[in-house]
């Protein structure tokens, strides 16, 4: 039985708000489009290029809301947080610019390039073993009693949510009149963040989030009524592989989107070599997946609409991107 819908946790005021915090900590990033991409698939399609956000990944936005709200006391402590990268990353970076220190629990099947830099960023990393069972959130917890650093989790925060939707409001603010938005889903911050923008800004639009079909858990539970957890995804889209989104995640996509797309780690490589061959664009896997679902007819009534499509991050080892690209361009 469903569960009767909660109030949101978040408003477009404190999306607003967040915005102000972090204007002078992200990047305003463009949005790009291509006549080729237009005719390929019937609609006008405009690209809001998270790839060139600080960190390479939209997660910026979510960890310096979070973190500019910390008190001196609180940034005292440090933070700590769990990731298998583009989160990792931001979390690092903005810990380094407020001046606190910062601890990030991480998979030992993280990609390299990921772990590299979130030390690079001065955070210590400490690496876990979660094909073995080992729990990311029971490490953090023991680091935050041990060293009462402050947690700020991947989408589970208002506040990282906020951060996340501030793209949305740039997105509309480029193009006014755009018909849907489509983002990339893992747990859910993006999506719900850019859904409370989009929806306060401009009531009528229609959001879409699409995640790997190995890596379903919002769609699950968007069928189920509550959110429900799924294993570990085998998925190339890293950034992706989450199990269980949040309730306060999954309540707002409930509440303001029109559902989830799935695609194929196959139709994810096509989407990359497409970006990369005609607009020169490196992409990673999960952060193509909402033009792979464009790309490949997945999108329901897109034709003739004014898209918005985010690509969320560009961070991939090089060699890993040709060889998920090769032959598909």
């Known amino acids: 039985m469903p569960t009767p819908l909660s109030p949101l946790s978040i408003?477009?005021?404190?999306?607003q708000a967040a915005r102000e915090r972090i204007a002078s900590h992200v990047h305003r990033t463009p949005v790009l489009t291509s006549h080729l991409i237009d005719e390929r698939v019937g609609a006008g399609v405009f690209f809001k290029c998270e790839i060139f956000q600080r960190v390479g990944a939209f997660k910026a936005r979510g960890a310096f809301s979070r973190l500019t709200l910390l008190s001196s006391e609180e940034r005292s402590r440090g933070?700590?947080?769990?990731?298998?990268g583009n989160h990792a990353q931001a979390v690092a970076l903005a810990a380094r610019e407020l001046g606190m220190p910062a601890t990030i629990v991480m998979p030992l099947d993280a990609p390299a390039l990921k772990v590299a830099a979130t030390r690079g960023y001065g955070a210590k990393v400490v690496l876990y073993d979660r094909i073995g069972g080992e729990s990311r959130e029971e490490i953090a917890r023991r680091i935050q009693d041990e060293q009462g650093a402050i947690l700020v989790p991947p989408f589970d925060d208002d506040a990282i949510i906020a951060g996340q939707g501030t793209l949305a409001l740039e997105l509309l603010e480029d193009v006014p009149d755009l018909d849907l938005i489509v983002t990339p889903c893992?747990?859910?911050?993006?999506?719900s963040g850019s859904a409370v923008a989009a929806r306060g800004v401009?009531?009528?639009?229609r959001l879409w989030g699409v995640e790997p079909e190995a890596g379903d858990d919002m769609k699950r539970s968007?069928?189920?009524?509550e959110p429900?957890?799924?294993p570990l995804p085998n998925t190339i889209a890293d950034a992706l592989q989450t199990t269980r989104p949040a309730e306060r995640t999954f309540t707002i996509v409930r509440a303001l989107t029109q559902g989830i797309l799935t695609v194929s780690d196959l139709e994810l490589r096509a989407a990359m070599a497409f970006l990369a061959s005609r607009?020169?664009?490196?992409?990673?896997?999960?952060g193509t997946a909402a033009f792979a679902a464009l790309l490949h007819g997945k999108v329901p009534d897109a034709a003739g609409r004014r898209i918005g499509v985010v690509l969320s991050g560009g961070n991939v080892d090089p060699e890993r991107f040709g060889a998920l690209i090769s032959g598909l361009a």
């Open 11 to 15: 408003t477009l005021a404190d999306i």
């Open 228 to 230: 429900v957890s799924i």
């Open 279 to 286: 607009m020169k664009l490196v992409v990673e896997p999960g």
């Open 222 to 225: 968007l069928e189920q009524g």
């Open 79 to 84: 933070v700590v947080a769990f990731s298998s």
């Open 202 to 205: 401009r009531p009528e639009i």
């Open 186 to 191: 893992g747990g859910g911050g993006l999506l």
